[in-house]
């Protein structure tokens, strides 16, 4: 039939010890599969949430001022207003709306105002809004507060 085929591998040496099998894999099952898992999601939102603040720093300081200017002819109870609207980030943009508590001199609060933002204002910059206010009795100034309706 054929040729004889010899064998030129050496022989197995009965003294090399043979390998160790692998070790089986360890799963965590259980209670503590469970808390080794919540300790995992807690970990990740709290890192998200840190990344979130450090990337929305400084994106939305705008500081108002509103200055009584008089009465709406032929009207009684309101009054024009001007929101001198400060952006003090470090990028553009501005608040979705600003309000202002109208005070008399006495200081009693006697009415409202509000203006609604369109215009971007760059950092640094100062927008002046006129807008009218309703008030009970004459006003002579005014604490106003501007806030995002949306985020970023």
């Known amino acids: ?9 050496p022989a197995p040496d009965p003294t090399t010890p043979e390998p160790p099998e692998p070790r089986p894999r360890r799963e965590i099952l259980g209670p503590t599969g469970l808390v080794v898992m919540v300790a995992a999601i807690l970990a990740f939102t709290a890192v998200s949430i840190i990344f979130e603040l450090a990337n929305n720093t ?3 300081t705008f500081k108002a001022t509103v200055d009584v200017l008089g009465p709406v002819t032929g ?6 207003v001007v929101f001198h609207v400060r952006n003090q980030s470090k990028k553009p943009g501005h608040p979705d709306k600003c309000e202002a508590s109208l005070a008399d001199p ?16 760059l950092p640094g910059q100062t927008l002046d809004e006129q807008a009218v206010g309703t008030a009970a ?10 806030r995002g309706l949306e985020p970023g």
């Open 75 to 80: 009207s009684p109870n309101e009054y024009r």
């Open 1 to 9: 039939m054929g040729r004889h085929v010899t064998d030129t591998a």
């Open 106 to 121: 006495k200081g009693d609060r006697t009415g409202t105002a509000e203006v609604r933002l369109r215009q971007d204002i």
């Open 137 to 146: 009795g004459r006003p002579v100034t005014g604490a106003a507060r501007c």
């Open 58 to 60: 400084d994106r939305a």
